[in-house]
C-alpha cells in the first residue's frame, strides 16, 4: 500500500532570512508612508507658519518697513514697565487678565450646558437614532458663520430691541438698559452660544463610552443620584470634558471678532490688541504677542493634560 506524504505549505518562518528581513523592512515603511500625507499637511500648514512667526517676533521694525534681526526689542516692549510699576498692572497684564476672566466664565457656563446636555442625551434618551438626532442639532449652529450668529443677538439685545421692549412693557423696567449689548454680558453670551458645541461633542462621546452596568451597580450598593454622578460619571467622562476645555479655551484666548463685535470694541482682550498691530502693519511685535499667547495656551492646556490622559479619548 503506497503511502502519500502531504507536502507543508511554505511559511513565513521557512522562508529565507532574506525574505523575512525584507517583509519586516516593507510593513515597518508602510505605516511612515500612511502617516506621511498628514505630516506634510501638518508641517505646511502648522510647523512652518508657526516657524516664520517666531522668526519674525524677532526682527526690528518701523512705521513703513521691517528688517530682519535678531534682537529682544519686541518682547521688552510688550512687557514694558510690567515688573517696574509692581504692584500696579501694565497694560499686558491687565489685557491677559481680561482675557482670562473671559476665558474662566465662558470655560464654566459651557462645561455646565455641555455635560447637562450631553448627560440628557447619553442617559436619558433610550433610542440611539433619536440620540443621533439630537446630536446632530448641536451642530446646526454651524450651518452659519460665527459673524452672522453674533450679529443676530444685536436686534435681541439692543436699545431698542426685543428684550428691552419686552421689559418695558411689562413694566420691569421704565428705560432700556445699556448693559445688554455691547458690553461684558453681549461678550459672554456670544461667545457661549458659539462654543457650547464643541463642550457637548467630545462630552457625548465619553458618556457614551461608559458601561451602563457601572452605573447599576452604584445604584444597587445605595449610592443616590448625585453620589453616582460624581463618583462614577464624572470621572469617567474626565477626558471628554478636557477635550472640549482645550476647544473652549483656545478659541476664546486668541478670538478678536466676537470681542470687538459684541464690546462695541471698547473691550481689551490679547487677539483684538495683536489684530490692532497687524492692521498697523506691525508685525514683529504682533508676532512677538502671539508666541506669547500661545505659550500662555500651551501652559494651561499642559496642566490639563497632566492630570488627565487625553490618548485614551483617541
Known sequence: MAVTTATAPTTSASAPPRERTSKRASSRW????????????????????????????????TEYSMEPDFQLKNYVEVFDKCVSGLPDLCTTFKTYLSTLKFCLIVWLSTLLIGFTVSYYIAFEVKK????????????????????????????LLGRNGLINQTLMTV?????????????????????????????????????SRIDRSLVEAAYD?????????WNVIIPLSKTGIAI??????????????????????????????????????????????AIILLAVVMMIIAAMVRFIDIRKEL
Open 30 to 61: 508602510a505605516s511612515y508612508w500612511q502617516a506621511a500625507p498628514l505630516t506634510i499637511v501638518f508641517a505646511i500648514f502648522f510647523i512652518l507658519p508657526l516657524l516664520a512667526t517666531f522668526i519674525v517676533s524677532f526682527w526690528d521694525y
Open 128 to 155: 440611539t437614532t433619536t440620540r443621533l438626532v439630537l446630536a446632530l442639532l448641536c451642530t446646526i449652529p454651524f450651518w452659519t458663520s460665527n459673524v452672522i450668529r453674533m450679529i443676530s443677538w444685536i436686534p
Open 171 to 207: 413694566g420691569i423696567t421704565s428705560q432700556p438698559q445699556d448693559w445688554l449689548l455691547y458690553s461684558n454680558f453681549s461678550v459672554i453670551l456670544a461667545f457661549v452660544h458659539l462654543n457650547t458645541v464643541f463642550m457637548i461633542v467630545p462630552i457625548v462621546n465619553s458618556m
Open 221 to 229: 450598593n445605595g449610592a443616590s443620584g448625585w453620589q453616582t454622578l
Open 244 to 289: 472640549g476645555s482645550i476647544f473652549v479655551i483656545t478659541v476664546v484666548m486668541g478670538d478678536f471678532i466676537t470681542i470687538g463685535l459684541m464690546g462695541g470694541q471698547q473691550i481689551a482682550s490679547i487677539g483684538k490688541v495683536i489684530n490692532v498691530e497687524i492692521g498697523y502693519l506691525q508685525f514683529p511685535i504682533a508676532a512677538a504677542n
